[in-house]
Structure formats: structure tokens, C-alpha cells
């Protein structure tokens, strides 16, 4: 496969930089946390200030949630991405949220300091060609069964418009297996890194779908060089609006992230 | 499953009506066809005439072409539409086109007599809610591995809106067969007409990816009882500039619709 | 793809000669009824008489049944084997069933008129060489998720032994789908006869695992040239010891020959 | 799901044990290395010869290949099982390799010391019957598209027949992406911990057909806790008979044991 982002072969690997101490794709793992939804000040405020204690800089959170059926919870929508910044400000964070409707990119621009694009969007181009008019970086999750070929293909329609901040996301891949929500394909990352410049991320809790597999899939990520993590984390998982069943808890989470240091500081003495 | 168009449940089987003899989902077979892309205004206008003298109604071409790859074909865009409402105005024919873009909607409106969603874009949640507020019907595609449920979903997401007004068409889904482009799943006609009140047709061009197999599975949809088929033509298929390698050439094509016609009047004895 | 029973490149088209008036490839389109398993001798001479009573010439039945789990039914092995002799004897019928082992072909050899190869088994190529030095017809079913070219190869491991007298049996492949069983694939029939000398005949009890998907089903296959059907029946569909909910009853099958037979005569007109 | 291995519900962990200290399942994460297929005495020994100099304990090679075509290479039989022997008892190393033919397991006895039964397999009903019945360890590679629940009722088709020295091994799941032969699934590791009692190995040569792949899948594994890794070498893999493309070559080889001490000895202190 001779692919890769074809308009700038032969350059260094990309860095995404978000602010002085903040980058993705450089020597740090970057751990981004939030919960599946805003669902209101309280939640988001709470989570928001434990990340900032725990050190994790950039918090998720999803204000336009895209479901397979339209009579589940939606999402609070510029009510959410309101409530997100307001979090993030007030606790020195970065904000990443998805966007689904290319008419709501400019009026969510000052909400967002990384725009995410899911899965189910991966394959559409008009979305993809707006933001990649966008000056922030983009988030750009892997397609439910999208190949890497795909996938980098998708990454081109931004990139063309000028947008190269780009940051891959592994999210799982449609199988036959039912005990997990999705398989969470580690081996993209040495794909990725050999074949595009650009920084790959994984998302364990889309990915698996169960709480107890997103510490061992992260522990995993960190190993096979992964640029970094997006994790669902809640208050109380059991009373989350949405993907409860996949979110840790702030024990778990703390736990979580003095792992990936330690296997971290292993792996770069190699 | 206990899914169905839930607004909507006990009611007769939906016909889409566009005209005082143009119905799909009733008694008729209903043939739509056309080419992949719109090229130029003499191909669409040999088409046209072509479909208009053997008593097809309906004429399908592509002006917004959603392309794996940035660097293809993309299409004619809005004057490509504009090709397709002249000639199909001069030959008496209604228009179905896809739209991938919100933002196209309205100004769509005028060329095209059915909007047709892709199968990239089943998912696409911003784009079903914006033509569920259109009066005209929706042809919606099947995505690519997406479940009966799946799909019915995102027809509640454009019913929702208003719009009741959809055809189903299922266009192959993805499978670990490389012989053909896609795998198409006859199976889903009489799912479908067990489960929604919706009719639906198939689409055996990117059902199958190759000419030669478009035959048998169309006389194969008239069997399951399909309300209708789509597929390209082209006045010359070699020299096409999308799919000529699936599409019919005007001689095949004339066979196929007596073929058709004979096979419907059989099935209708039994 | 330049795949074929290599062996026989160029050759016509394989007629499976089971008797003066029994032959499968020709042109008729062979039909093969019978229960899911052999139950009981009464279960068993009930089919057999009916068959034989609609003209249907091949019993099938399952003596060795693979199932996923050890703790299901596993089938009455050869006692089933010998019910099911006595009864095809008594009614003038051929009898087709599954071997699962190679110690078991020599032992089963009188029992059987033709053997069928399971889908679980497409690769065991052990069992493949073994009934490749039989002679008697071999019924190769298409694995869960194998490509034409893995199951043409599947074929000619058992060609290579001496063995050509194959007929292949499309019994549908793995998808996401959950409502049906499987996904039944009849592109594979046109894609088969243009790529093999082989018959190929479709089974869509299995390949749909839904009654009321077997009867369009069936109706599709003889529009597409298959050589013929293999569907289950039982004269209590659901007191089935296995897969009662896609076995036909007696009215409903009579029904569906008639039927086969309108559909093929009017396909032999085009 | 509520399944494992039913036989032996609430025992502890099954630990494997081959000698006084060989042993797969327990505290020490175990390397099983050597050639895709024996292919001649010098190539086995001189391969035995750096595996037992390097430390690890386990042989691996293959004598009956099952390949997809009749016509690529098959493999050497009982005369490559006694070179595997022969050269494992010179270096003291304990030998693993496929059995493929239930007639083949009592002749090859005393060859080997543990059995495979390749991924084409896990269905044969047959031959996991009867290596049932054997003493001998089985490792049993999951099936090409089995869920992890189909997978653990093979295994119960071994143990219910009286053997329960299982050790499972993902090979790699079939999916869309071509980049890779297989798409390696290490979420499987934790699953199957939580489900069974079984230790669970990964090949990360068959699951992702490319060398680069193979060492950070395996450094992977030892983070979800696999209980060892089984991967292919060869002294000149660009002139291997089979698979030299996912073989690594002797210098890789140590290079990876070392790292996976490294990062074993970081996650045991976690």
C-alpha cells in the first residue's frame, strides 16, 4: 500500500500543538477524559476540576451525540459545548467535542479547542471538507469497518483544504464478536506510524465498551507506542445518561494513569 | 425485533406517489435508471431519450459523487443537476439524485423529484433530519454493514421529522468477498416488507460491481418481490468515468426490462 | 480471478449422474427436502413417503450433526445413518448426508448416495483428500466466511484425490445481520457458473434461518440458474428436535415445488 | 454470557505444566518460537540450536501446513515431526506442532509435546474428540471469525472428553483491513481471564502476517497479561518456504525476549 498523506510525503511526523505544555504527538502520552455526555454544570464542573487535580489536560465531553436510534438521548447540543468551555476554562483545559453538521463548525468554534468527527461521520465528506477549513486540529475516529487505506483517505479530504492538524483515533472495528461493543484494533498504531505522519490516538471505552477492559487496552496502547488515550470517565458510572457500562470512575482513573507512566517510562528505555 | 416505522405502526403499506402513473411501492415493477455520474450534457441526453423510448420513468444520475479518495471524480456538482433536470424535463422523466450536504438541500429542491441519501451517509443524523422537513421522497440507501435495525433507524430519524415519504434500497453490503464489490442481500426484501410498511428496491450496479451479475439479480429482485430496481447505464460502458464496469450498454438494458416484465407477470399468477 | 477446478479447465459443465432420471447440473433444477436430523424411525418414513408422493428424489437428513455446543443434540450418528437408508429404500428416494470424519467415510459408504461436506469442515482438508478418493458425489458447502476462491480451492483438494463429482451448496455466509441466521448470497450462483464447470445448488433453511424467508428465497435461486435447492422440512415444525423455526411443513412445501416449477419454466423462455 | 468451562466452574487457574519448570499459565510468561513449517534437518537444528542458547524452552514447527490451495507446499509430514523431535530432544526443548487428521494423533504420540489444532479446526468436532482423549497439553487457535463463546465450547469438546490442559490462542480474526493478514485481537486476553480458568497465549505472526507487526504486538501481549506469545523465526526468512514475511529473523528474536522481560518485570510491579 503506497499511501499515506500524499501532500506532505517525506516530512517529520506531525505535532499537534494546543499550547505551550500541551501537545499531542511528541514524546508525551497525552491522556484525554470526560464523560460520554454533558449532561448538566454539576457533572461536567466535577469531573472537570478532578482532571485538572490529576493533571489530565484535555477534557471530552459530548454535547451532539450521534445514536442509532433517534429516540435516545440526543445530547444538549450548544447547551452542552456552553457548559463544556465554561468546565474547562474555569480548570485550565483544553476542550475536544464532536461535531456532526457542517453548519454548526462556525458557531462552535469558540467552544472547541479540538473538533472530533465519530465514526459514523468518517465518510462524510462535507463534513470533512468544512473543518479542514477550520484553523483548530481535528479528531478523526476510524470508521466502523473503514480499512486504514480509508481511513488515511478520509484524513487526505481534510488535509486538502489546508488543515493538516490532524489526530487519528482508534475507536474499534465492527466484528462478530457480541461480548464487546466493538474489537479495538491495537495494530493500526505501527500501521499508522509507518505509514502517515500523523499522531494516532486510542478511545478504549468506545473501543471495548466494558469498564474492565479499557485499564488492560490502555496499559496495551501505551506499549505498542500509541500517541495517546481518550477515556470515559463518570462520578457514578451507574448513573451516567450514557455509556455508564464503559466509564471509570475517579479511583479507577487515578489508578489508571500511574500505570501508563510507569509502562511509559519502561517502554522509552528500550 | 419489534421494530417498524413506529409513528406509524398498523398502517397499509406506503406507495410513493409522483405522479398520476409514476408509483413506487404498489402493484409495478419500478425500474429507475441512468448513469453513475453526469459527464456532459450529449451522454445525459442519449440517456434520457434512450429510457424515455423503452418506458422507463425515472432517471437516476450522480452529480455529487462521494469518492473513497478526494483525488477522483467528485462529480458535476450543481451543474451537473441542472443536466439531468433538462434532459429529463425534455423526456418526460422525474429525476432521483443524491444529495450529501445539508446545506444542498434547498437549493436542490427544484432539479431533483427524489433525494437519495448514500450509503455513506445512512449515519449521517444532520442530514436525515434536514430532508425529513423536504416534500419530496427520500430513497435511502443501506449502509454498508449496517443491520435491518440499523437502517430502519435512520428512516425513523427522516419519519420523525415529517417526511414519510421513503424508499428503501439496498445496495449490497460489505463482506469478506473480493470477487465483487459488495455482497447484495436479497434477504432484506422480504425482511423489510415483514417489518416496515416501506417499500424498497435494490440497487444490483454497486451490488455487485460487475456488469455480468446485474442481470440475474434483478430477476432475482423481481422474485423476492422488490418493488422496483436502479442501475446505470452508459451509452458506452468502457469509456465511462465512474463504474463503466457495472453498467449496462442500451441493448442490454432493453433485454432486461422484457426479461422483467415477463418474470413480474409470472410471479404475479403464483 | 483465474480460479477453476484447474485439473479440468475447458471442460463442460458437470452433470452429476445419480441414476437414469436423478441427475443434478443438468437441466432440471434439482429439489432435496428432508428433516433437519433423523429423529425416529416414524419421523423419518413420514418425510420419505411425502417426497416420494410430490415427485421429490432426494432425501436429505442429518445422522452427524456439528454443533457449536457439546452439550446440544449431536444426532443418532449411524443408527440415524440406517433410518434414514430404510426409509429413502422403501420410497425410491437417493439419500444425501453429512460425514464430519474421515474414520467414518468407509463405514458410511453404503448408507449414503451422495456426502455432504459441512460448512464447519470446508477446511479440513484431512476429511476433503479422504471422500476425495470416493465414488460417489460429494455436496461441498461453502465455509461461514469463505471466499469463492478459498471454497473452489476447498473443492479442488477432493478433484485432486479423483474425485470431480462435486456439487457445491451456497448455505449462506456470516454478517452483522442478527435477524436472519445467516446472510444468504445468491450472487455466488452466476459468479460460480462463470468461474466453474461445478453445479451449484442453494440451501436457504440454513442460509436464512427463517421459514418465511426460505420460500422467496427459493424462488430467487431458480431465477438465477441454480441448479436446485436443498430445503428442511418436518411434518411438526415446532416439535423439531433442531432448527424447527426454519423447516417448512408439508402444505407449505407443496406449494413452493409448484411454484419452482412456474418460475423455471418461465426462466427457460427468456 | 455465562459461559466457561462449565466442567470446572469455580477452580482455579489451570497452570500447564510440561517439566519441572515449563510450565504455561503461571506466573512466568512463556516463549514459544521456531519456523512456520520444518523444511529440512539443518534448518531445525540450527534454529533449536539459538532457541535453547537464547533461553527459550518451546519448539514450534509445522509438519502438516493446512493451506488454502492443494498446490502450495504441505508441509513434510511424519518425517518433519520426527526432525522437530530430534532436533527439540539434541537442545532440550519441549516441541509443539499442528495435528490436523484424528487417524494422525496416536502415530504422532511421541513426536510431540503439546498439540495445536489450527484456527481452520477449532470446528472439527471430530478431531477435538479425540485429542480429548489424549495426555497431552492442546493449544487450540481460535477459529478465523468465532466469537469468544464458540471458541470456549470447542475447548469444552476437548475437556469433556477428559482432557483439560487447554491453552487457548488468538491468531488473529478475519476482518476488512488488507494491510494485515489477520487483525490481532488482544481484547480477547482480559475476556477470556474473566470468563475461563484456561491460560491464554497470542501469535502475533499468523495474527498480523507482517515482521514489523510482531514486536509491538508482543509487547502488547505482556501488558494484557497474556500468559506467553508464540511467534515464527527463521536464520534467512526472505528464504523460508512459507510465511518468511512475518518471520523474524535471530537478532530481532533477542532483541524482543529481552523487551519482554523488560516490560514483564514493570507490569508485575503495577
Partial sequence: ????????????????????????????????????????????????????????????????????????????????????????????????SEIMDPRDVEKAYDYVDIIQIGSRNMHNYSLLKEIGKVDKPILLKRGMTATVKEWLMAAEYIALEGNEDIILCERGIRTFENYTRNTLDLTVVPIIKSLSKLPIIIDPSHGTGRRTLVIPMTRAAVTVSADGVMFEIHPKPEEALSDGFQSLDFKQTKKLIKEIKEIKSCIDKL
Wanted: charged share 35%.
Fill in 1 to 96: 500500500m503506497d499511501i499515506d498523506l500524499v501532500k506532505n510525503k517525506n516530512e517529520d511526523k506531525k505535532i499537534i500543538d494546543l499550547d505551550e505544555d500541551i501537545k499531542i504527538g511528541g514524546k508525551e502520552f497525552t491522556i484525554i477524559s470526560g464523560p460520554c455526555s454533558v449532561e448538566n454544570e454539576e457533572q461536567i464542573h466535577t469531573i472537570s476540576k478532578f482532571l485538572s487535580e490529576i493533571g489530565v489536560k484535555i477534557l471530552r465531553g459530548g454535547a451532539f451525540k450521534p445514536r442509532t436510534s433517534p429516540y435516545t438521548f440526543q445530547g444538549l447540543g450548544f447547551d452542552g459545548l456552553k457548559l463544556l468551555r465554561e468546565a474547562a476554562d474555569e480548570n485550565k483545559l483544553k476542550v475536544i
